[in-house]
Every structure is written in structure tokens, then in C-alpha cells.
């Protein structure tokens, strides 16, 4: 299945030969909850993730399940796992105390965010005593250690952005503050992303921008997601859920389809990782690796075999 013929773009840098991935789950609420996300980094650890994250909810809602989550999973898992901080509703000596436990118990990556206010209406505020934005928050990171620092970039502008250009300059803040990676707001449309990546080459932005990812299942609420943040969804991913709403098993095959077609036309331009919003879900993100090449560690795809065999 695809979308709109896709165009030529410059192919981006990449050292690895291999597809690298990540995951992203978010800290479970209740025990049932729980059991799903250990099944989905059960199921997920043997495609061998460069790292997975944990989300940190609104204003900080989740910081004491976010920090047992990431803890758990990089020492039970035996995964390297980020965990997700953000300025919202901290100080900085909060936020640098965070940053501290997480260094004691090993964590050696955030994923540091501006973040979102508690209540969407009113708007983001600053703490009065804390990181005003993202790229403050990377300067203060690494003062409180070498950490490998990951951000977030926007193909489609964030919501409070005025223009492309200050979106843009602002993730150019943050890699000059320390970041050395960004992950992007999920798009539907390569082109999106190969646009946007055209546009941070020439802004001098040079570290790797990992194309996110998100499998949809779920059309409606995808759609009142990327209404909050800005992410577009196109007619033609509309049209193949169309009378679907009463069958999730076909939902499933068409998700997975949808994003191993967008994935393939980016490896084509070039791109070697991706990043996925997983939901705590390992069915649709599994699938989507399995279509790329991607199998458990020490499981070679039998092309793969048989190529190597041949050259023998």
C-alpha cells in the first residue's frame, strides 16, 4: 500500500550498514496495564533496539512510574533505556535531582522535551524557577553529567511555533546546547520528513534526525492526536481505514502495511533508523520490523542465508 508518489530527496548521512530501531512505551497505570507492556518489551528486546524510552506525562504527572519503568527495563530487560524529562512544573534543582537518580542507577540517556501544560487551555508557562525551554534543559543536563541527550524535532512545526523558521532555528538551539540526536513527531508522508531533513542540513544541523514512527490501528484517535500536535494526516491514510471501524484484524494488516511502505521509501533516500511509538503494543511494531529484515538477534532472514551461502 502507498501514498502519493514519493520524490527524490539527498540521501542522509549514515555510518551503519544495519537498520537501527527504537522503541517507545510509556509507564503503566495499573497492573493489568503493566502485564501489556512487559509482553511488548518481552516481545520486542530480541530485535535488538539501539535503546527504547519511557514517556514523562503532562507537567511530570508520571515522574515516579516513568523512573520505575526506565529503571526496570534497563536492569530486568538488560535493554539501554532513555528516560524522558521535561521543564514542566519543576525547578531546576528538581529537574538536575532527577537527572542525578538517574545517572546513580545507571540511566545514561534523556530524552529531554520542553513538555506539555497540565491543562492544555492554558497554555505552557514556564516554571518560575526553572528551564524556560528544551535547549536550557539540555545545557543543564549536561552539566550534571555526560549524558546522551536526544530531542525532538517537528517535519509539520510544533503547535506553539510561529513559522517554520523559528521551529527550525529552535531545534538548532537545542543541537548547539549539547543534543546529540533529535527523533521527529510521527508523520505519515516521506516526502514530509525528506523535506524537513533538507531543510536542517542547510541550517547547519548535522547530527542524525530519526524518523518517527507511529503504526495506526486506531484511525480516530489518531486523528484527534495530530490535531493537538500538528501532525497532518493525509486523505489516502483515511481512505484505506474507510469502513473498517468494526474490524481491527483488517486495521492491523493495513497499519502494518502503511508503515512498512512509508519506512521502505525512506531506506530508500537513505535512511538507516527509525524510531516507534509502540503504544505498549508489540504486534504491529514486530510486524513492521519483520517486513524491513529485522529478526531476532542470532536469526538471519533466509534471503539473507541464502545470499551468503551462494558467496560462499
Not at 76 to 89: R, Y
Request: aromatic share 8%; hydrophobic share 40%.
Amino acid at each position: 500500500m502507498s501514498g502519493p508518489a514519493r520524490r527524490t530527496a539527498v540521501r542522509p548521512a549514515t555510518t551503519d550498514t544495519a537498520l537501527q530501531v527504537s522503541f517507545e512505551f510509556f509507564p503503566p497505570r495499573t497492573e493489568k496495564m503493566s502485564e501489556q507492556l512487559w509482553r511488548a518489551v518481552e516481545r520486542l528486546a530480541p530485535l535488538g533496539p539501539r535503546f527504547v524510552s519511557v514517556t514523562y506525562g503532562a507537567g511530570g504527572s508520571t515522574r515516579a512510574r516513568t523512573h520505575e519503568t526506565v529503571s526496570r527495563i534497563q536492569s530486568d530487560a538488560g535493554l539501554a533505556c532513555a528516560a524522558h524529562l521535561t521543564c514542566v512544573g519543576a525547578s531546576r534543582d528538581e529537574i538536575d535531582e532527577i537527572a542525578r537518580r538517574y545517572w546513580d542507577v545507571g540511566i545514561r540517556h534523556i530524552v529531554a522535551l520542553r513538555g506539555d501544560a497540565p491543562d492544555a487551555d492554558a497554555g505552557y508557562a514556564p516554571h518560575p524557577q526553572g528551564y524556560a525551554n528544551a535547549a536550557e534543559l539540555v545545557d543543564g543536563l549536561k552539566r550534571n553529567g555526560d549524558f546522551e541527550i536526544s530531542v525532538a524535532a517537528y517535519p509539520e512545526i510544533h503547535p506553539d511555533s510561529p513559522s517554520s523558521q523559528a521551529d527550525l532555528d529552535n531545534l538548532k538551539r537545542k543541537i548547539d546546547a549539547g543534543a546529540d540526536r533529535a527523533i521527529t513527531q510521527y508523520f505519515f508522508d516521506a516526502d514530509t520528513y525528506l523535506r524537513f531533513l533538507e531543510r536542517a542540513r542547510a541550517a547547519g544541523i548535522w547530527v542524525p534526525i530519526v524518523p518517527g514512527i507511529l503504526p495506526v490501528s486506531n484511525l480516530a484517535q489518531v486523528v484527534k492526536f495530530s490535531q493537538l500536535c500538528g501532525a497532518s494526516v493525509p486523505a489516502w491514510l483515511a481512505h484505506l481505514f474507510e469502513g473498517l471501524e468494526d474490524d481491527a484484524e483488517t486495521r492491523r494488516m493495513v497499519a502494518v502495511n502503511v508503515a512498512a511502505d512509508q519506512c521502505r521509501a525512506l531506506m530508500a533516500a537513505g535512511v538507516g533508523e527509525f524510531h516507534f511509538y509502540t503504544l505498549n503494543r508489540a504486534d504491529l511494531t514486530y510486524g513492521i520490523c519483520h517486513i524491513l529484515g529485522l529478526r531476532p538477534q542470532g536469526q538471519l532472514p533466509e534471503a539473507a542465508t541464502t545470499t551468503e551461502s551462494a558467496g560462499a
